[in-house]
């Protein structure tokens, strides 16, 4: 597989999902501290324009661009991506970092809570991808990221939605970056553990769930919660530069990506021997 050279933040145009807050925003003021053009997306209109006012105030002499988007909605994100690409001609980065929880076992969520997952989690950084990657390929040394999860690494109980997304994620990502290796594109996957964002604030418990339930799962999730995002975002950084296939951020996603290779098909009942109040549910990004 050819070798890339380093990545070149100065000048470069990146695309970034859910930048209102968490590790999206913190990349985005990472990226715009190495000199990137950028264009915000998410779908919290005032946090957004929070992120984007802090940093055109310190950096002003970059273009910072935001787009109010919600990402299941598949008209929406076609109209938003005809619009970035008619305002940027030269698109060097596309880091899809958006997603969604969904706290519940299978049995107990519907099909349209199943399907929300999944067309936020991977179905959105699909079809970025795919109207994106043309004008990515047109910068030779443009690089793609997508944020699994932890559960793009292990599938716990209560996690069916979000770790299906995630796998597939991971799978796309891996395909896209065999293809594009000749192509001068990068790709790298990333794997967040227990991240210190929103997600816990923002996750949603399957309607079949019961009230006593949802609280503990959310309680226990948030719980996990312990790495700090701006640390997460620099690292994530680092991988992009250093053109890294994966990066595992906190022992929290390294420990259970090692028991997962060591026992494949019983990882779960090591961790839950290991760590017997492992809640049934929980998530990362």
Same mark, same amino acid.
């Given at each position: 597989?050819?070798?890339?050279?380093?990545?070149?933040?100065?000048?470069?145009?990146?695309?970034?999902?859910?930048?209102?807050?968490?590790?999206?925003?913190?990349?985005?003021?990472?990226?715009?501290?190495?000199?990137?053009?950028?264009?915000?997306?998410?779908?919290?209109?005032?946090?957004?324009?929070?992120?984007?006012?802090?940093?055109?105030?310190?950096?002003?002499?970059?273009?910072?661009?935001?787009?109010?988007?919600?990402?299941?909605?598949?008209?929406?994100?076609?109209?938003?991506?005809?619009?970035?690409?008619?305002?940027?001609?030269?698109?060097?980065?596309?880091? +899809?970092?958006?997603?969604?929880?969904?706290?519940?076992?299978?049995?107990?969520?519907?099909?349209?809570?199943?399907?929300?997952?999944?067309?936020?989690?991977?179905?959105?950084?699909?079809?970025?991808?795919?109207?994106?990657?043309?004008?990515?390929?047109?910068?030779?040394?443009?690089?793609?990221?997508?944020?699994?999860?932890?559960?793009?690494?292990?599938?716990?109980?209560?996690?069916?939605?979000?770790?299906?997304?995630?796998?597939?994620?991971?799978?796309?990502?891996?395909?896209?970056?065999?293809?594009?290796?000749?192509?001068?594109?990068?790709?790298?996957?990333?794997?967040?553990?227990?991240?210190?964002?929103?997600?816990?604030?923002?996750?949603?418990?399957?309607?079949?769930?019961?009230?006593?339930?949802?609280?503990?799962?959310?309680?226990?999730?948030? +719980?996990?919660?312990?790495?700090?995002?701006?640390?997460?975002?620099?690292?994530?950084?680092?991988?992009?530069?250093?053109?890294?296939?994966?990066?595992?951020?906190?022992?929290?996603?390294?420990?259970?990506?090692?028991?997962?290779?060591?026992?494949?098909?019983?990882?779960?009942?090591?961790?839950?021997?290991?760590?017997?109040?492992?809640?049934?549910?929980?998530?990362?990004?």
């Amino acid at each position: 597989m050819p070798t890339l050279a380093p990545y070149r933040f100065a000048d470069g145009t990146v695309v970034l999902t859910g930048a209102a807050s968490g590790m999206g925003e913190h990349l985005a003021h990472g990226l715009a501290a190495r000199g990137s053009h950028l264009v915000l997306i998410d779908r919290d209109a005032e946090r957004l324009d929070a992120v984007a006012t802090a940093i055109h105030d310190r950096y002003p002499g970059l273009n910072t661009r935001t787009v109010v988007l919600d990402l299941a909605d598949r008209t929406a994100l076609d109209a938003a991506a005809e619009q970035i690409l008619d305002a940027h001609p030269r698109i060097t980065a596309l880091i +899809n970092n958006a997603g969604v929880a969904m706290h519940g076992l299978f049995e107990e969520l519907s099909a349209d809570e199943f399907d929300w997952v999944m067309r936020i989690n991977f179905h959105a950084p699909v079809a970025l991808t795919r109207l994106l990657l043309p004008r990515l390929r047109q910068s030779p040394g443009s690089h793609i990221v997508n944020i699994s999860s932890l559960f793009g690494l292990i599938a716990p109980p209560g996690q069916s939605a979000y770790a299906s997304s995630k796998y597939a994620l991971r799978g796309f990502s891996d395909a896209l970056r065999h293809e594009l290796a000749d192509r001068q594109v990068g790709v790298t996957t990333v794997h967040p553990g227990g991240i210190r964002t929103r997600i816990a604030e923002t996750a949603r418990t399957a309607s079949r769930v019961g009230t006593d339930d949802a609280r503990h799962g959310k309680a226990a999730f948030t +719980n996990l919660l312990t790495y700090p995002a701006d640390k997460a975002a620099e690292q994530i950084l680092s991988g992009i530069e250093r053109r890294r296939p994966r990066v595992l951020i906190a022992w929290s996603a390294i420990v259970p990506d090692l028991l997962a290779r060591a026992f494949p098909a019983s990882y779960w009942s090591v961790m839950k021997r290991r760590h017997p109040a492992t809640p049934r549910a929980t998530a990362h990004s």
